[in-house]
């Protein structure tokens, strides 16, 4: 049997994983990933966006800080909570939130809507509706790197509801017997579309879940940016260093629904108010960042100008046209 990870092992700490002009860029991105949620979510209340819209408003710090621990040509892949992703990858603000009106600015020219997008560019490999499917092609993408013999990582990210999905095994195994270079990252929001993780799981410690494989692993404290890129520093040069994949569990909460349609009535408004009171890494950022001398009316400035950046994108998404009708012929069919 193999041996179980050693727990005892913690990332580096947190106060030196961040610097303050690093941790200021952070709380940019967090912000702005906050900003864009709360204008989308808008938007959805006025008709303007159709379909499903999961927010990540509450999650930001876990993809911030591990895109912080990133390089050129390192990939990313997850499901369909996705528009956080898709701006800390650096994609445009105005594309996704065109994508998210069906226009044809859009990143999927109006055609994936808000669990589809794509940018080859910025090495974000998509959001996945299907629940889980994200694992087994995000494994995909460590075999690339491995079979090409470059240094690129791939994290790829789930959520704790799809942890115990068959396909999620299948790939720890194969990328754990061919020490593929995959950072698997649960984002662990304790409720999966309306069941609490202890109602789903036997398992009560999540990063232990590749234990079968020999996998290391290490829980994290989601909600904090700079623990985050600690602990994926940790994994990212683990893969990088062609010992295998890394399995990191978040711990992070969600505060809106599952999606939009949600009235999240599985849990209590009390439970939701102490986690933004006591745990918001939006907050815990700012208070760090005063503490090492940034003044309040600056981060106000910044504030104002992110909100404008992200007004411009909402007027950019209606006032973009609509897909032609010949977009639905398109992008089915790849020719070699």
């Not at 193999?2 to 941790?23: C, T, W």
């Not at 295998?244 to 209590?268: I, V």
Request: proline letters at 3%; hydrophobic letters at 35%; one cysteine or more.
């Amino acid at each position: 049997m193999a041996a179980a990870p050693d727990k005892s092992r913690k990332p580096r700490k947190q106060a030196e994983s961040m610097d303050r002009d690093e941790l200021l860029q952070a709380y940019t991105t967090m912000l702005l990933i906050r900003r864009f949620e709360e204008k989308a979510g808008q938007l959805y209340g006025m008709g303007l966006i159709a379909g499903f819209c999961h927010l990540y408003i509450g999650q930001e710090a876990v993809v911030v800080g591990m895109q912080h621990c990133l390089g050129e040509g390192d990939e990313v892949i997850t499901s369909y909570r996705d528009h956080g992703h898709m701006l800390a990858c650096g994609m445009d603000p105005k594309g996704v939130m065109a994508e998210l009106t069906g226009r044809s600015g859009g990143y999927s020219r109006g055609k994936g809507g808000s669990m589809h997008m794509f940018s080859k560019e910025k090495g974000f490999f998509g959001g996945h509706g299907i629940v889980g499917a994200q694992v087994s092609l995000g494994t995909g993408l460590g075999f690339s790197n491995w079979y090409r013999e470059n240094d690129r990582v791939s994290l790829t990210y789930f959520g704790e509801g799809a942890a115990n999905q068959g396909q999620v095994y299948e790939s720890f195994n194969l990328s754990n017997l061919m020490k593929l270079p995959v950072v698997y990252i649960i984002e662990n929001n304790r409720y999966a579309m309306g069941t609490s993780v202890e109602r789903a799981s036997a398992s009560r410690d999540l990063s232990l879940n590749g234990v079968p494989w020999g996998m290391p692993s290490l829980a994290v404290d989601g909600m904090d940016v700079m623990a985050v890129k600690a602990a994926g520093e940790e994994a990212v040069a683990h893969c990088r260093a062609g010992r295998g994949p890394f399995l990191l569990e978040m711990k992070t909460y969600r505060y809106r629904g599952h999606s939009m349609s949600d009235p999240a009535k599985y849990r209590t408004r009390e439970e939701v108010q102490k986690m933004r009171a006591e745990h918001d890494s939006l907050d815990a950022a700012k208070a760090r960042l005063l503490e090492l001398g940034l003044d309040e009316a600056a981060l106000k400035t910044l504030d104002d100008g992110l909100k404008a950046r992200v007004q411009e994108a909402a007027e950019f998404a209606q006032s973009s046209p609509e897909p032609e009708p010949g977009e639905l012929f398109t992008d089915v069919l790849v020719e070699s």
